[in-house]
């Protein structure tokens, strides 16, 4: 089956823009949890989503936000873009209440560049 | 108290050799340890996990041993390869949020 398919896979962005990032689970995922790779701080959580709630999240400020539509795809966005933004970010699904469980899949991410 | 340390931060072993990466963790409510292999340009990938009530797991020439008492995991990858050359990230979850808490990476080099 297919897997998790983030878009897009690069990205470069300005400061002070926002940006879009989008995640689609796989077929039958209810939840979507995304999380920012860079190699200071490594692999940090941001939020987790199932059936269009946030479940968690993370300890980022409030210009990180996301949601989950029916479908579960999630987007996420983050406005007023800083060079500090400039990561990996990576969408993982799951099984509703497998949250790093086996059925914990992660997409192959987008990479953001801020300039 | 969420943390998780991980080391060395890199690994060079010989093709054949054993690689062993360590995680460390504060938290008692943590109570499942997977451990996930990221190639460049990919997501990670789960690779093997464990549960506190078991020391040890294997799974082909991979095997976590898992020591509750010290609050230790290891991940031990025998007979290494050239193609296990990757980053692995040991991970932990549990505690209020249930969301996975990372080890820092630990990039490994198979030499041929």
């Known amino acids: 089956k297919a897997g998790v398919t983030q878009t897009p896979r690069y990205l470069i962005k300005t400061r002070g823009q926002q940006v879009t990032l989008s995640c689609s689970p796989i077929?039958?995922?209810?939840?979507v949890s995304w999380y920012q790779q860079t190699p200071g701080q490594g692999l940090q959580f941001l939020f987790e989503?199932?059936?269009?709630?946030?479940?968690n999240k993370g300890n980022f400020p409030g210009r990180f936000s996301g949601r989950q539509f029916s479908n579960s795809r999630s987007e996420m966005n983050v406005s007023t873009l800083e060079l500090g933004d400039s990561a990996l970010y990576l969408c993982?699904?799951?099984?509703?209440?497998?949250?790093?469980?086996?059925?914990?899949?992660f997409g192959s991410g987008t990479r953001l560049t801020v300039v | 108290q969420q943390q998780v340390k991980q080391s060395p931060q890199s690994l060079i072993v010989q093709k054949g050799g054993i690689s062993i990466i360590n995680c460390a963790y504060e938290?008692?409510?943590?109570?499942?340890f997977p451990w996930y292999q990221q190639f460049p340009g990919k997501g990670p990938a789960l690779l093997i996990a464990?549960?506190?009530?078991?020391s040890e797991k294997k799974e082909g020439r991979f095997t976590i041993s898992f020591n509750k008492s010290a609050k230790q995991f290891s991940l031990h990858i025998m007979d290494s390869q050239p193609g296990d050359s990757a980053t692995y990230f040991c991970?932990?979850?549990?505690?209020?949020?249930?969301?996975?808490?990372f080890g820092s990476g630990t990039q490994l080099t198979v030499l041929p």
């Open positions: 993982a699904s799951s099984l509703a209440g497998s949250v790093g469980g086996h059925g914990y899949t």
């Open positions: 077929s039958g995922h209810r939840s």
């Open positions: 989503y199932f059936s269009e709630t946030q479940r």
């Open positions: 938290n008692t409510a943590f109570d499942y």
């Open positions: 464990i549960r506190p009530d078991v």
């Open positions: 991970a932990a979850r549990g505690g209020s949020a249930r969301q996975l808490t």
